[in-house]
């Protein structure tokens, strides 16, 4: 029987990118369905995913990139899919490595998988400030579970079966990718990472600036921490 494999696509005024990404997808990662998650864009998204003929939600409000994908688990568990694979709508993510990790995944039994840049430290690798940040969570998140993986903050990530069901009851709404190894790790998954090459965004910029990027460490560390004192405490 052929896996299912659903692709998400959170967007958040993402029309200067999003017709490309979803090109990109159909001609890189062949048989996979892709749902765009319009998270209450203010720009012409909506009207481009229309035009595009492409399946979507469309958020009336912004519910951030964690209410955005796990809006995406919802729509994955209720259609059976077998895997849900979270991918940027900005062209960062490269779609071809998308069958590949599956493959990968399905030999390795793993549950998580997570596109890394830092395995042969190719392509786009972020600013120094982030990488640093990046390199402290890794430590911090091994320290708190055991496991140690590199990308901790990757968007680009595959789920099966099983944590499609978990991340659909248990996603983090805030800058919810380090939380969402912790939880996978806490309902005993096997999560890991496969080289990848990224790329900077095709158009626009990013979200999240020095204040965000402050309040994303703190707000991240503490959640971290939290874990170990639930899972201490159970």
Known sequence: MAVRILVIVPAYNEADNIAT????????????????INDG?????????????????????????????????????ENHYDYAV????DGQHDP??????????????????IGSRFITKQGFQSSAARRMGIHFLSNLIRL??????????????????????VFARDYSDDYPEPDAILTAVRHG??????????????MGESSIGFRKSVYYMVKVS???????VVQRGV
Not at 86 to 89: H, K, L, N, P, R
Request: hydrophobic content about 40%; aromatic content about 8%; proline content about 2%.
């Open 21 to 36: 990404t979803i090109e990109s997808i159909r001609k890189n990662a062949p048989g996979t369905d892709i749902l765009v």
């Open 41 to 77: 864009s203010r720009d012409e998204t909506l009207q481009i995913l229309k035009d595009c003929s492409v399946s979507y939600l469309n958020l009336r409000t912004n519910l951030g990139i964690g209410g955005a994908v796990q809006s995406g688990y919802i729509y994955a568990r």
């Open 96 to 113: 071809s490595y998308i069958l590949e990790m599956v493959h990968w995944m399905q030999e390795n039994q793993i549950d998580v998988g």
């Open 144 to 165: 708190n579970c055991g496991v140690r993986i590199y990308d901790v903050t990757s968007g680009y990530r595959i789920a099966n079966r099983r944590f499609i069901e």
């Open 189 to 202: 998954g096997k999560v890991a990472e496969y080289p990848v090459i990224m790329h900077e965004r095709m």
């Open 86 to 89: 979270q991918i940027d709508a």
């Open 222 to 228: 503490l959640s971290i921490m939290m874990h170990r």
